[in-house]
């Protein structure tokens, strides 16, 4: 062979194998290609939403706020949210229910009926089985929200060897009768709050335990059309759903999200009219630009941001350390550095959204005192070790708090380890963490949700512990054990919470130090927006100019 | 040639084991710990605990562990319908990590064969020219230009131009994303235009370095001075003999640096243009400690790396005679 | 074609050496040859001496932070005030602030110091970020940790593929197959994505293996880590020039007079192949700090809060609006770094063995 011929031969292979890789490309961007909804001239159209990460959109599986977000308009729960703006966001109101429950026993026992004529996206009719199987599939699939029903009878056992033909005896199902009776081993005082979360949401029977992103049919006023995990999905009009007092129709006929993990990115879509809406925090820096372009939004959300300090590990098991700290802490001063001061300074563990919310006032920065009473405890000096994950926003707060416990006279430094393994790791007992950086979004708007959970020295483990802090004090804990089992939120129970929320404060195990606002941003063209206190921006509310 | 082909074959597969092996060490055994408390989620209850760990086989001995991975993954490979635990799947986000990965496919294979054009052309552009200019101050620039471009750090030129062209003012290009082909050829070209020359920047430089420094060589071997006594016309000699004959390492590089940016090295460029390829992937589950896209992208990248270096072994083979294998 | 000129070009040493005058070489050593072929390569020189002004620079930062600057790497200024120039400014101004009294939010974009210069005494010489930290105190030592890494895996890196490649060149058989296999193990992975899933399994716990304990978090671990992925790209020419040496008199010589392994790898086959293994330690380094930022870049490097030139530029990715200097001023400096250890690499390389190529990994 000539060597003409050779290199005519290795070009033409190339050029081959050139074209074999663009057909490759080619074929899998068909592949991925989503079938195009016809475009229907109504007042709304498509809303184009960019939101930074999702995990699941599996009712029994997602736990992210963002999830929810979405989800919220697709599943309906027995009771659910109204869709009103402000502190009635807050309000339980009959979802698939026809009403409230009748609660006999105690607290003890739930009685609901379904509303009749309930329909699926796919068609089926929704029946009262479909809510017990729900319960099941999160056992089954091994669900993170399944903590939240083993108060249910039979469900602990069930838990330890879920099968498909097994049973959870407490929960009792009338098809024909559309009932649904629920009873609990003992009063729960936030079970129709739990109710209302969507790991309850009912799925048609047998619906298979894998995670089945975004494929589930559900009750609510839309459906997920399409689903790619790290690229966004899309979702269009149920047409089996019909309108009730509490759930709107929905103006737009169709949602497009995209995912973008990068926030710069995100503002700058909506910006240049790629998109209408995104939820990524906007980089503090931009938030001038970006008011100027678009509509800015502050939402407030439940959400408590805090330094914790282990009760049981010197230094911080002198109670006048631990208040040197609380005081020592410039709190706006953080706000400022950790968001360009979209958070509003707390030193309460309750946000302000709660109805209990009483406005603590018991540690005003002041420097002098605070280094006053670590020399009074003999503090000074002392090492300390400040735990924080590996995400921007708690490196810096926990940079700014390390700095601080300097500034008091102790010989503070900072470790940072990944974010996957950050809870478990201050979570164990072994750690023997002195303190560090935490923060709690509500899961339902209920006070249990925050001090049974984090701050209860009954429910204190060796691993995967949640009170970071190992707080227990006998009367808070009684306190809280007793406040378990009034099922209503009445002045009088709110009361009792706020003065448990002094009594803990008071022995300062935590360092709140904001209730942070997020930014949302909307394109010029979004005329009226709305905002549901526990699931965020109001989809279903939202109007063009 | 035959036995060569098969040699090599072999070979592949074993170095694939290999690695699937010790990345599988990496994460297993390294940590000391398996992923199911966090699977679990922020209220995690022991009964759920166990449960995972029963379902995915954390506790089972790491050998076993990594026999069922294989399984899995070659399950993923397979078309068909298999069972929630039956398929390689991530622990965070528990999607199909082959699946994923072809979805990832379409947006790296753009970037990559996109500048992969772009540096082979410039690369042997200015290496050329400066072969051609050496001593010139011409040269002099455009190796000073080349070795500040093999000297940027990929991700802060992406960095710089995105806030300079992309989000600054009055932006000249779109800010990341990755849009179709089959969608729109002008948008995916117009999205990718950035990328591509923030990842072509750091080759074309170190190619035109190769080459001049080839081409140079090459002036003073004695077939050049041959031609050249010949009378054959300068430009003429430089194109036929002294060009020709200083691609054929160039051929060796770039098959194998493609390799390994389709393979996933491309990983900061896509990071910092939210392109979502295959490199981006990897460049996610990293955060969140999640060993199976890992794992997949590992061995997808080592598969395209070991494939590459196999072809380039015999196109070299090819071209060059002297060192073709028995 | 016209003759290459014979001053300030990258190769001016190579085309020196051929030019040179037999009767001035008679008698002189290799490495003095080299040194005569290199100091007429000013360009070189001239990055040598960029390099070793930013390595004292770095090495200086702890004297540059209390004397000059009063300000440690992770020392917050936030809220303070300093002089620039006479006027009395805000470290960080601006920002928005929750109003307790209409019970809303006031928005302002933050305002971040930005370079004093000199106007400020040494303070915040390059600007402060959003902790209100001097930037150059943190570029400083940024680099420090950015050049121990950078340098420290350099030499691990060079020190294991060397030993490896002599073994293997010098015994051959079972002993080269295996290190061999090894290299083409490593060979094939994708380097940076082999980096950051070892970097990043590592950061879970550390390293107690095998008598060695490696914190969670330390620098050593970016530095092992860099290193085990970049043996076979210094290894396996190595192992080449050892395996053509091997086959020379002067080895059969040293052997039949009596040699043990040891010696004649040590003394005759290492000072062989030092020019080259010179040459490659250069480049290395110059790769690995772009490994290393790279690595830091997806989180899987430096830890923050400690600063190296790769996280700054990660971390200065969100204030890039109001504070561009954040990623611009630590780029620059690796660009300045790595360009000047390339540009001396090649010099180097044309001085010490002109026809040596070495293949720099992205």
């Given at each position: 062979m000539t060597e003409r011929r050779r290199w005519t031969l290795l070009l033409s292979i190339l050029a081959l194998v050139a074209g074999f890789a663009l057909m490759l490309a080619a074929y899998g961007v068909a592949a991925n290609r989503t079938t195009a909804a016809p475009k229907q001239a109504q007042k709304f159209g498509t809303l184009r939403a960019v939101i930074d990460t999702i995990d699941f959109l599996d009712p029994q599986q997602a736990y992210t706020g963002q999830s929810w977000w979405a989800m919220w308009n697709v599943y309906e729960t027995l009771l659910t949210y109204k869709h009103v703006d402000g502190p009635g966001g807050y309000k339980l109101v009959p979802g698939l229910a026809q009403s409230l429950p009748k609660i006999s026993n105690n607290g003890r026992v739930y009685k609901f009926t379904l509303r009749k004529g309930i329909r699926y996206s796919n068609g089926r009719a929704l029946k009262a089985s479909d809510f017990k199987w729900a319960i099941k599939r999160g056992f089954l699939a091994t669900g993170q929200g399944v903590g939240f029903y083993t108060d249910i009878v039979g469900a602990k056992a069930y838990s330890a060897h879920p099968t498909k033909s097994g049973n959870i005896a407490g929960i009792i199902v009338n098809n024909k009768k559309r009932t649904i009776v629920i009873k609990l081993t003992r009063p729960r005082g936030d079970f129709l709050t739990i109710l209302a979360l969507l790991f309850a949401a009912p799925v048609p029977a047998n619906t298979s335990t894998a995670i089945l992103n975004g494929t589930i049919p559900g009750t609510g006023p839309y459906r997920f059309s399409s689903f790619d995990a790290n690229r966004g999905f899309t979702m269009v009009r149920n047409k089996y759903f019909k309108p009730t007092v509490n759930i709107p129709r929905g103006n737009p006929d169709r949602i497009d999200v995209a995912l973008v993990g990068d926030a710069n990115a995100a503002t700058q879509r909506v910006i240049s009219g790629q998109a209408d809406y995104s939820n990524g925090a906007i980089p503090p820096d931009r938030i001038a630009n970006a008011k100027s372009r678009g509509h800015l939004v502050l939402r407030q959300t439940a959400n408590t941001y805090y330094f914790w300090m282990n009760t049981h590990e010197a230094p911080f098991n002198k109670l006048k350390v631990r208040q040197a700290v609380n005081y020592?802490?410039?709190?706006?001063?953080?706000?400022?550095?950790?968001?360009g001061g979209l958070g509003q300074p707390t030193q309460n563990v309750l946000p302000p959204t709660y109805p209990s919310y009483v406005k603590l006032n018991l540690y005003n920065h002041n420097v002098a005192k605070a280094r006053q009473l670590i020399t009074q405890a003999g503090a000074k000096g002392a090492k300390v070790t400040v735990w924080t994950r590996q995400v921007s926003d708690a490196i810096d707060a926990a940079q700014y708090y390390t700095s601080v416990?300097?500034?008091?006279?102790?010989?503070?430094?900072?470790?940072?380890?990944?974010?996957?393994?950050?809870?478990?790791?201050?979570?164990?007992?072994?750690?023997?963490?002195?303190t560090g950086w935490a923060r709690w979004l509500e899961d339902y708007p209920h006070p249990?949700?925050?001090?049974?959970?984090?701050?209860?020295?009954?429910?204190?483990?060796?691993?995967?512990?949640?009170?970071?802090?190992?707080?227990?004090?006998?009367?808070?804990?009684?306190?809280?054990?007793?406040?378990?089992?009034?099922?209503?939120?009445?002045?009088?129970?709110?009361?009792?919470?706020?003065?448990?929320?002094?009594?803990?404060?008071?022995?300062?195990?935590?360092?709140?130090?904001?209730?942070?606002?997020?930014?949302?941003?909307?394109?010029?063209?979004?005329?009226?927006?709305?905002?549901?206190?526990?699931?965020?921006?109001d989809t279903l509310r939202l109007c063009r100019k | 040639m035959l036995p060569f082909v098969i040699r090599r074959l072999v070979g592949m597969i074993a170095v694939l084991f290999a690695v699937s092996v010790l990345v599988f060490?990496?994460?297993?055994?390294?940590?000391?710990?398996?992923?199911?408390?966090?699977?679990?989620?922020?209220?995690?209850?022991?009964?759920?605990?166990?449960?995972?760990?029963?379902?995915?086989?954390?506790n089972r001995p790491f050998y076993v562990q990594y026999v069922k991975m294989m399984q899995k993954a070659g399950n993923g490979l397979l078309p068909g319908?298999?069972?929630?635990?039956?398929?390689?799947?991530?622990?965070?986000?528990?999607?199909?990590?082959?699946?994923?990965?072809?979805?990832?496919?379409?947006?790296?294979?753009?970037?990559?064969?996109?500048?992969?054009?772009?540096?082979?052309?410039?690369?042997?552009?200015?290496?050329a020219i400066s072969a051609v200019k050496a001593g010139r101050w011409s040269d002099r620039v455009i190796t000073i230009l080349a070795l500040v471009g093999i000297s940027m750090p990929v991700f802060w030129l992406g960095i710089v131009l995105r806030y300079f062209l992309a989000e600054n003012g009055h932006p000249l290009f779109p800010d990341g994303e990755y849009v179709a082909l089959t969608k729109s050829p002008v948008q995916w070209a117009y999205h990718l235009i950035l990328p591509w020359f923030c990842l072509a920047v750091l080759f074309i430089g170190f190619y035109g370095r190769v080459l001049r420094s080839n081409m140079l060589d090459a002036m003073s071997e004695d077939y050049v001075r041959t031609a050249r006594a010949k009378g054959i016309a300068p430009r003429r000699v430089l194109l036929r003999h002294v060009l020709r004959n200083s691609l054929i390492p160039i051929v060796s590089l770039f098959g194998l640096d493609f390799a390994a940016v389709l393979g996933g090295g491309a990983i900061l460029t896509e990071t910092v243009f939210d392109l979502k390829g295959v490199g981006w992937y990897a460049a996610q589950s990293v955060g969140g400690l999640d060993l199976p896209p890992i794992m997949g992208v590992t061995l997808y990248g080592s598969f395209f790396i070991v494939l590459f270096s196999a072809l380039v072994d015999f196109v070299y083979a090819y071209l060059d005679p002297r060192i073709r294998p028995t | 074609?016209?003759?290459?000129?014979?001053?300030?070009?990258?190769?001016?040493?190579?085309?020196?050496?051929?030019?040179?005058?037999?009767?001035?070489?008679?008698?002189?050593?290799?490495?003095?040859?080299?040194?005569?072929?290199?100091?007429?390569?000013?360009?070189?020189?001239?990055?040598?001496?960029?390099?070793?002004?930013?390595?004292?620079?770095?090495?200086?930062?702890?004297?540059?932070?209390?004397?000059?600057?009063?300000?440690?790497?992770?020392?917050?200024?936030?809220?303070?005030?300093?002089?620039?120039?006479?006027?009395?400014?805000?470290?960080?101004?601006?920002?928005?602030?929750?109003?307790?009294?209409?019970?809303?939010?006031?928005?302002?974009?933050?305002?971040?110091?930005?370079?004093?210069?000199?106007?400020?005494?040494?303070?915040?010489?390059?600007?402060?970020?959003?902790?209100?930290r001097d930037v150059a105190v943190r570029l400083l030592y940024g680099g420090l940790n950015s050049l121990k890494i950078g340098i420290g895996s350099a030499l691990i890196c060079t020190l294991i593929a060397v030993v490896?490649?002599?073994?293997?060149?010098?015994?051959?058989?079972?002993?080269?197959?295996?290190?061999?296999?090894?290299?083409?193990?490593?060979?094939?992975?994708?380097?940076?994505?082999?980096?950051?899933?070892?970097?990043?399994?590592?950061?879970?716990?550390?390293?107690?293996?095998?008598?060695?304990?490696?914190?969670?978090?330390?620098?050593?671990?970016?530095?092992?880590?860099?290193?085990?992925?970049?043996?076979?790209?210094?290894?396996?020419?190595?192992?080449?020039?050892?395996?053509?040496?091997?086959?020379k008199e002067f080895i059969e010589a040293a052997i039949g007079q009596g040699a043990g392994p040891l010696r004649v790898m040590f003394s005759d086959l290492l000072p062989n192949v030092a020019s080259t293994v010179l040459v490659f330690f250069t480049l290395i380094i110059a790769n690995n700090i772009?490994?290393?930022?790279?690595?830091?870049?997806?989180?899987?490097?430096?830890?923050?809060?400690?600063?190296?030139?790769?996280?700054?530029?990660?971390?200065?990715?969100?204030?890039?609006?109001?504070?561009?200097?954040?990623?611009?001023?630590?780029?620059?400096?690796?660009?300045?770094?790595?360009?000047?250890?390339?540009?001396?690499?090649?010099?180097?390389?044309?001085?010490?063995?002109?026809?040596?190529k070495v293949r720099i990994e992205h």
């Open positions: 020592a802490v410039d709190r706006s001063a953080m706000n400022r550095i950790v968001w416990l300097n500034a008091i006279g102790l010989d503070a430094k900072l470790n940072s380890i990944p974010r996957a393994t950050y809870y478990s790791t201050i979570g164990n007992i072994a750690t023997h963490a002195q249990l949700d925050w001090f049974d959970v984090l701050l209860n020295g009954n429910r204190i483990t060796p691993t995967d512990n949640n009170n970071y802090a190992w707080y227990s004090s006998k009367k808070t804990n009684s306190e809280i054990e007793g406040l378990k089992k009034a099922p209503v939120l009445t002045p009088a129970v709110n009361q009792r919470w706020a003065k448990v929320e002094k009594e803990i404060m008071q022995q300062a195990p935590w360092v709140p130090w904001s209730n942070r606002v997020f930014p949302e941003f909307f394109s010029k063209k979004i005329g009226c927006i709305h905002t549901q206190r526990l699931y965020g921006i | 060490i990496v994460f297993i055994l390294v940590p000391g710990g398996d992923p199911a408390e966090r699977m679990a989620g922020k209220n995690p209850t022991p009964a759920n605990i166990h449960n995972i760990r029963q379902r995915w086989g954390f319908r298999h069972g929630e635990y039956d398929i390689l799947r991530s622990f965070d986000t528990r999607q199909n990590v082959v699946h994923e990965i072809k979805r990832g496919i379409p947006a790296t294979f753009s970037l990559c064969i996109g500048a992969g054009i772009i540096w082979l052309f410039f690369g042997i552009l200015v290496g | 074609m016209a003759e290459p000129a014979t001053d300030l070009t990258l190769d001016s040493a190579a085309l020196l050496a051929s030019q040179e005058h037999e009767v001035a070489i008679v008698g002189r050593s290799p490495w003095y040859l080299a040194w005569r072929r290199l100091r007429r390569n000013y360009l070189a020189l001239v990055s040598l001496v960029v390099f070793v002004v930013i390595v004292a620079c770095c090495a200086l930062a702890p004297v540059y932070a209390t004397h000059v600057a009063h300000s440690g790497p992770n020392t917050v200024h936030a809220g303070e005030k300093v002089r620039v120039g006479g006027v009395l400014k805000d470290v960080i101004g601006g920002g928005s602030y929750y109003d307790a009294k209409t019970n809303q939010f006031v928005v302002r974009a933050p305002e971040y110091l930005g370079p004093t210069w000199w106007h400020a005494h040494g303070r915040f010489v390059l600007g402060t970020d959003n902790l209100g490896l490649a002599l073994l293997a060149g010098y015994y051959g058989g079972w002993l080269d197959w295996i290190i061999t296999r090894f290299f083409d193990l490593i060979w094939a992975f994708p380097v940076l994505l082999l980096a950051i899933a070892l970097a990043s399994a590592l950061a879970i716990n550390g390293f107690h293996h095998f008598g060695i304990n490696i914190q969670a978090g330390s620098l050593w671990i970016p530095t092992l880590v860099i290193s085990y992925v970049l043996i076979p790209y210094v290894g396996r020419p190595v192992r080449g020039q050892v395996l053509s040496l091997r086959e772009l490994t290393e930022a790279g690595l830091s870049f997806l989180g899987a490097g430096v830890r923050l809060p400690d600063p190296s030139w790769g996280n700054l530029i990660s971390s200065g990715q969100n204030q890039i609006q109001t504070a561009p200097w954040l990623s611009l001023v630590p780029g620059i400096a690796i660009v300045l770094t790595v360009l000047s250890l390339n540009i001396f690499g090649d010099g180097l390389r044309d001085a010490l063995d002109p026809r040596a």
